[in-house]
């Protein structure tokens, strides 16, 4: 597990805020203002979203801040780029979310040696086979130290929330419904889901995440885990106030 991740959920032990974020939305060069606003605020974890065309699981407002990011030229080089000198900035542990196609275009190797080099802390690939991550990821991320982080839906089952598990090294990304991230189901209904993962006593602490968008939600998850991830609303939010230091502020003081 990476040292920032691992430290932060052994000091604290509930209540984590984690915040999404596309690179170059709203604009190009926004990603280092953004990181430095949100570290300052206070939330406890970082998720940088590389861009791309395709976003299954994602729901409208990141898909559309993704193409607007790719129009400006975000690409994965230009955010290690970006991010080259960000451990002189922040100490926050960093995660990047993306998908498995501008990986692979960037290919394997190189895109983990880019995070080890800038600092990167984890990373989330949601389209990404479990076989396929223990044929061509696994070995590169233990021996680098980067955290791999998978994701559970309400469908997945016991047996393989415990190989997923097995496998996870930073924490568990726990899909709070059957649904893309922007929705706005009631985590009430989950109850049975939260309940069946709790009871598994599983190695790696749970983060929830899709349709955490309010003070409500963000406890609701809280009390069914470490912590929630805050994304759609986020994204929502840089769009209609942009990003500066106070409006960052007032988006994160909802949650604290």
């Known amino acids: 597990m990476s040292t920032r991740i691992q430290q932060l959920f052994s000091k604290k032990k509930g209540k ?14 926004d990603t280092l203002t953004i990181i430095q606003n949100l570290a300052d605020a206070g939330v406890d974890l970082i998720e940088i979203g590389f861009p791309f065309s395709d976003p299954l699981a994602d729901g ?11 129009e400006n030229g975000m690409t994965l080089k230009l955010l290690f780029e970006q991010l080259k000198n960000i451990r002189q900035q922040t100490n926050i542990p960093i995660i990047l979310m993306g998908y498995l196609n501008p990986v692979l275009q960037f290919g394997i190797q190189n895109f983990v040696e880019k995070c080890v080099v800038v600092g990167i802390d984890g990373v989330i690939i949601p389209d990404l086979p479990v076989d396929y991550y223990e044929a061509h990821f696994k070995n590169l991320f233990k021996n680098n130290k980067l955290a791999n982080i ?22 568990i990304y726990m899909v709070s419904s ?18 069946r ?3 598994l006593n599983l190695t790696n602490p749970t983060l929830i995440g899709f ?6 939600t963000f406890e609701s998850a809280c009390k069914n885990s470490s912590g ?3 994304g759609s609303a986020f994204v929502k939010h840089l769009a209609t106030y942009g990003t500066s230091r106070k409006t960052i502020f007032d988006f994160v003081k909802v949650f604290k």
């Open 60 to 70: 409208p407002v990141i898909q559309q801040s993704s193409q607007k990011a790719i």
């Open 197 to 199: 993962i709790n009871q």
């Open 16 to 29: 984590i805020l984690s915040i999404y974020f596309t690179a170059g939305y709203p604009t190009l060069n």
């Open 150 to 171: 998978l994701l559970i839906t309400p469908e997945t089952n016991s047996d393989r929330v415990q190989m997923i598990d097995a496998l996870s090294d930073g924490f």
């Open 228 to 230: 929630a991830i805050i």
């Open 211 to 216: 349709g955490i968008h309010d003070k409500h």
């Open 178 to 195: 059957n649904s893309i991230t922007g929705s706005e189901n009631n985590l009430a209904h989950q109850s049975d889901y939260f309940d």
